[in-house]
């Protein structure tokens, strides 16, 4: 069994700035993603970091947001500039093992304009 938990969220301004960690109970190096759901919304996928460290952005965070993993903290982080209101969303850590899947709580992010 893993734990993730997810902390950083809060209010900002557009244009602003937020930093989101995720603290996992084991197993951080594995495939691990960030997602967020926006109200109304499906669930969508953010930002990926792979065992080997790759990484891959959704297109509409690509350049603003930086996901980064510290593997002796047990800790993944997403950086995240230039918000925007459409960022407004509640993000969810994720890790994935085999044919597992961990969730984290949730933390909120809101972008006011």
């Known amino acids: 069994q893993v734990q993730l938990v997810e902390s950083g969220g809060g209010l900002v301004q557009a244009g602003g700035s937020l930093r989101l960690s995720c603290v996992a109970s084991r197993f951080i190096f594995n495939t691990m993603n960030w997602y967020r759901q926006a109200p109304g919304k499906q669930r969508e996928l953010v930002a990926t970091?792979?065992?080997?460290?790759?990484?891959y952005y959704a297109d509409s965070v690509k350049g603003r947001f930086t996901i980064s993993r510290d593997v002796a903290e047990n800790t993944m982080y997403l950086q995240m500039k230039n918000l925007t209101p459409e960022d407004t969303a509640v993000y969810y850590c994720?890790?994935?093992?085999?044919?597992?899947?961990?969730w984290g709580q949730g933390t909120q992010v809101t972008v006011s304009s």
């Open positions: 970091i792979t065992i080997g460290s790759s990484t």
């Open positions: 994720n890790l994935r093992r085999g044919a597992s899947d961990y």
